[in-house]
């Protein structure tokens, strides 16, 4: 049996690829430093019986004990960084040069898969990106992921450490809350308020939007893999903002029409991923399309305000 040991495994993709591996009967262990965890994802982690590491001594002894570490540890919000970049290149980037120090003092090195993000590759000058796109991040946030990569290359050429680079597009799906939630979560919570999505910008800026089960199956597949090099996880179909907002009135029957407001500082207007690397190295396809996946969302978010608070966190990521 494989045995995982994922950061950040109480965050949003984190939780989720935990909850996914051990439905599987994986062998997963979490550590988080719980800064930025959602009580829910904690409540589910427990209630799983997983173990959850968030001491960094702890964690160097745990590093040992697996056969692969999936990174998703990181800060995520692009405005945020702009506001604070010397934040996210020190939390991001020097705790991935730390963590890839870590594993290559351990003689029997566990398979690495770092979790990189499309931010990296700035302004697309193509269509379709591709992971040879040239990577040009336009905020601190796509810097300090990029960096990682670099560092992450570092110690494969001179400590012979063995990973695997994923690059993910617009992630979605359940347990997606907080200050630094997508596009989607924040179009969901307007929508189920009766209220238009706010869309910043002209709205025809173009997302690939991938359901975090579909990035789960994706991460499993690379854990199972073990292929060095990099790969886009992503839908390879491009969807407007506006079409997006659409959709999800047309789900939810609100007959209105969306408010917009001023662009944000380091949104990029159009980026859509190129799948075919990852479908042809380790047989990765996407499964779950954006409509039904909005569906899903919309469903949860109606169960959950008709369910006792106490609850609701036992309920979602059945």
Request: aromatic share 8%; hydrophobic share 35%; charged share 25%.
């Amino acid at each position: 049996m494989v045995k995982v040991l994922i950061t950040g495994g109480a965050g949003f993709i984190g939780h989720n690829l935990v909850l996914h591996l051990l439905s599987r009967g994986w062998d997963v262990i979490v550590y988080d430093n719980l800064e930025r965890s959602s009580k829910c994802a904690i409540e589910k982690i427990r209630s799983a019986g997983i173990p959850l590491v968030s001491q960094e001594s702890k964690l160097k002894d745990n590093l040992s004990e697996v056969d692969v570490v999936v990174h998703a540890a990181a800060y995520i919000s692009v405005e945020e960084s702009i506001a604070n970049p010397e934040k996210y290149l020190i939390n991001n980037s020097v705790n991935t040069y730390t963590l890839c120090k870590h594993i290559s003092d351990i003689d029997n090195k566990p398979h690495l898969v770092y979790i990189s993000s499309a931010a990296v590759y700035g302004k697309p000058r193509q269509k379709f990106v591709t992971e040879d796109h040239p990577v040009e991040p336009l905020s601190p946030y796509g810097l300090s992921k990029l960096l990682g990569e670099y560092e992450v290359d570092f110690f494969i050429k001179i400590h012979n450490l063995r990973a695997t680079i994923l690059r993910l597009f617009n992630v979605y799906g359940s347990g997606q809350t907080g200050t630094y939630a997508g596009v989607i979560t924040k179009f969901v919570e307007r929508v189920c308020q009766n209220q238009p999505p706010l869309i910043y910008g002209d709205g025809k800026q173009t997302r690939d939007f991938i359901h975090v089960e579909d990035v789960c199956e994706a991460i499993r597949f690379a854990i199972t893999k073990k292929i060095n090099g990099t790969f886009n996880v992503a839908s390879g179909k491009e969807t407007t903002v506006q079409e997006l907002a659409k959709m999800m009135m047309k789900l939810k029957d609100l007959e209105a029409e969306p408010i917009y407001a001023s662009p944000k500082q380091g949104d990029i207007t159009h980026s859509v991923g190129d799948p075919r690397k990852i479908k042809n190295a380790m047989g990765f396809e996407t499964h779950i399309d954006l409509m039904e996946g909005l569906r899903r969302l919309l469903l949860e978010e109606k169960d959950m305000t008709n369910t006792p608070q106490e609850t609701i966190c036992l309920l979602t990521n059945r």
